[in-house]
């Protein structure tokens, strides 16, 4: 049973134009480009099916999927509001926003939200959540939405619409686009449907799972490629099936793969060896990890495979891993977020919300220490901020910023301030005249 509260807050349902006035862009039940993009519905070329759910049978998708959507997830997400004359931000505190990124919904913790977010926009090029809004239009729920659920229409005036289906606000309701978060991967239709890296590079992960598949097959034949037994005696069918079923039961197999193979009445067993070029299958299996790694823009170290790493070049490429793959999808969620659920006025102030990369930069504890300590002595932070990054109490004083007193600004040189011991010129009246020796 859905919560009371969604019973009251449930957006009022939306007429949809006549179905000779809309078009479905992609996701309904007709067959589209944008359809087959969003289910991942194309045949790969080695015969083996691909779609969301069996590409993750490779382990480099789901690595990608997965280290992906636990970056993003784990990130803390804030507020802040611009400064006038563009001075920098201001941390906002309270806000009924921030309650909402605290607690989704009432099953979900934003862990799981984003989580689940970042690995439908991965699989399926699109994730989508229902706004719930209370009688003043505040967003009080996020619902995620499965993205085989619902279906995006535009109207004739270019209004987007969308169909979906969900247990907790019901079957076959139409939202206004305001009132859904759609978060989408690169686009090819106008910027409506965002296409599947499963179904537009189904024959990469084909491979991968093919040569996966050829792996476990060749461990469960005894590790061991095929042969031909052979006589010179005719044979008839019953003959030739009996002892084919004689050497599976008794040679076929990992556990079988030692036993000796005793052969009488002129039978002669030819094994078939193996070429140099069929054994590179697992050189075949390493690029496909590269090729999946590529496509999810993810270094192949981050997902256990390294290639050409050393402990030099690693933190290059985790920074790396955090401009090219990590910022791009917090920029599509922060953005798409603030549009839909900031009221247009707070968005007019320069309220954001944002990912705080910062967790990820901590780096080991000598380098944190050196680097708060420049920021403490040049004056970019104090102590008291510095002790709160690192999950410190404030101490008293701590609130104060210092800067070195041999800097100072490019110019003319400027008397010391006054006040100071020295700083005066001696007057007339302080002057002792010397004695005179008489």
């Given at each position: ?46 015969g ?176 061991q ?8 005696k ?22 079988n ?13 030819d ?18 990890v ?18 050409g ?16 793959a ?19 006025d ?29 920021a ?63």
């Amino acid at each position: 049973m859905p919560p009371p509260r969604l019973k009251h807050a449930r957006e009022p349902q939306i007429s949809l134009p006549k179905p000779a006035e809309t078009k479905d862009v992609g996701t309904g039940t007709q067959p589209s480009l944008g359809m087959f993009a969003a289910l991942g519905g194309y045949p790969a070329s080695t015969g083996v099916p691909v779609t969301p759910f069996t590409a993750m049978q490779s382990s480099a998708v789901y690595g990608c999927v997965n280290r992906l959507g636990q970056d993003i997830a784990k990130l803390p997400m804030g507020l802040r509001t611009r400064l006038p004359d563009n001075a920098g931000y201001e941390t906002v505190s309270r806000h009924p926003i921030l309650r909402l990124m605290q607690r989704p919904n009432w099953w979900m913790t934003p862990f799981q939200f984003f989580r689940y977010m970042v690995s439908c926009l991965k699989l399926r090029g699109n994730a989508y959540a229902a706004i719930v809004r209370d009688a003043g239009g505040q967003p009080i729920e996020l619902i995620p939405i499965g993205p085989d659920r619902i279906s995006v229409y535009v109207s004739p005036r270019g209004v987007v619409f969308y169909n979906f289906s969900h247990p907790l606000i019901g079957e076959g309701v139409v939202w206004h686009s305001e009132n859904i978060l759609h978060f989408r991967e690169m686009t090819v239709d106008g910027g409506y449907i965002g296409i599947s890296p499963i179904s537009y590079a189904q024959d990469v992960m084909g491979v991968s799972i093919a040569a996966q598949r050829q792996a476990a097959i060749l461990f469960r034949q005894g590790n061991q490629t095929g042969g031909v037994l052979s006589t010179d005696k005719p044979l008839s069918p019953e003959t030739v099936a009996q002892i084919k079923n004689e050497l599976l039961l008794q040679h076929a197999g990992v556990e079988n793969s030692s036993k000796p193979m005793v052969l009488g009445g002129g039978f002669k067993y030819d094994r078939m060896s193996m070429t140099p070029d069929e054994a590179q299958f697992l050189e075949s299996r390493k690029f496909s990890v590269e090729e999946i790694c590529r496509i999810f823009g993810v270094p192949p170290h981050k997902i256990a495979h390294i290639v050409g790493g050393t402990f030099a070049n690693l933190e290059n490429q985790e920074q790396a891993y955090i401009n090219d793959a990590l910022q791009p999808l917090a920029t599509e969620i922060e953005q798409e977020m603030a549009r839909k659920l900031f009221f247009s006025d707070e968005m007019d102030d320069g309220l954001e919300l944002f990912f705080d990369f910062k967790a990820l930069l901590r780096g080991d504890m000598k380098t944190r220490f050196d680097a708060l300590s420049v920021a403490i002595q040049t004056g970019i932070m104090n102590i008291n901020e510095a002790r709160s990054g690192e999950g410190y109490g404030p101490v008293p004083g701590g609130e104060v910023y210092r800067f070195p007193l041999n800097t100072g600004e490019v110019g003319a040189a400027t008397p010391p301030p006054t006040g100071a011991p020295g700083d005066q010129a001696p007057t007339p009246a302080d002057v002792t005249p010397p004695a005179i020796e008489e």
